[in-house]
């Protein structure tokens, strides 16, 4: 392979590398799903294993990143419509610790270890269990906390005022679609939110964006 050769290819791939990403999106970067993981990666395995590859084109190569590029913006646009299509690609987070009791249940399913959770509340600045109230684990591996009000940055106790209790907001509807799990979960039913939404001037489930409930702050609503 000569140097005029690799160097096409090279500005070639880099490019449209960069182009690529502007298409599909920047959380290809920041790797926020288990999917765009995969995806990266296998992006530039083809773009690095062709630049070497004498047989290899840069028609070979632009085809290769087209097909990969488009067969992710269609599983993002598939996701994007459907809640059960993002659910399968994109995953969940899990709860691992609720109202401050660590779920067992949910560690083991998804294989980890109380060491493991402890080390990542230590990477997240949490060096004690004690101080979580909510601990999520997200789709791509990283945890999200909501901390007990005493050890929350700006404590309560530096106003010296009563301590309250801490909540997790609940997802109720999102994308149109009612999340009925999470509306059994705080104990109320499809008519309770209709009612709901209604004080907010809302009438139609779908022209819901995300709906959201709070204990002691009620509910958030935005419509498309």
């Known amino acids: 392979m000569n140097l005029q050769h690799l160097t096409l290819e090279l500005v070639t791939g880099f490019f449209y590398?960069?182009?690529?990403?502007?298409?599909?999106?920047?959380?290809?970067?920041?790797?926020i799903t288990p999917f765009t993981f995969i995806t990266s990666t296998v992006l530039s395995e083809l773009l690095g294993n062709a630049l070497y590859d004498k047989k290899v084109s840069v028609g070979y190569i632009l085809y290769a990143m087209t097909l990969w590029a488009l067969l992710l913006f269609v599983?993002?646009?598939?996701?994007?419509?459907?809640?059960?299509?993002?659910?399968?690609?994109?995953?969940?987070?899990?709860?691992?610790i609720k109202n401050g009791?660590?779920?067992?249940?949910?560690?083991?399913?998804?294989r980890m270890n109380l060491n493991q959770l402890q080390s990542l509340l230590r990477q997240s600045e949490t060096f004690s269990i004690r101080e979580v109230a909510y601990c999520y684990l997200e789709p791509n591996g990283s945890i999200s906390i909501l901390k007990k009000p005493p050890y929350q940055k700006t404590t309560l106790e530096d106003f010296k005022l009563p301590g309250k209790p801490a909540y997790v907001p609940v997802t109720l509807i999102r994308d149109g679609k009612v999340l009925k799990d999470e509306l059994t979960e705080i104990g109320y039913d499809e008519?309770?939110?209709?009612?709901?939404?209604?004080?907010?001037?809302?009438?139609?489930?779908?022209?819901?964006f995300i709906a959201e409930?709070?204990?002691g702050d009620g509910i958030f609503v935005q419509t498309y």
């Open 17 to 31: 590398m960069f182009v690529i990403i502007m298409f599909i999106g920047r959380k290809v970067i920041n790797q």
């Open 213 to 215: 409930w709070l204990e």
């Open 191 to 208: 008519a309770w939110l209709k009612n709901q939404l209604s004080l907010q001037n809302v009438t139609n489930l779908k022209d819901v």
């Open 101 to 110: 009791v660590v779920d067992r249940d949910a560690l083991k399913k998804n």
């Open 75 to 96: 599983i993002e646009y598939l996701g994007r419509k459907s809640l059960v299509f993002r659910g399968f690609f994109q995953g969940k987070p899990s709860a691992l």
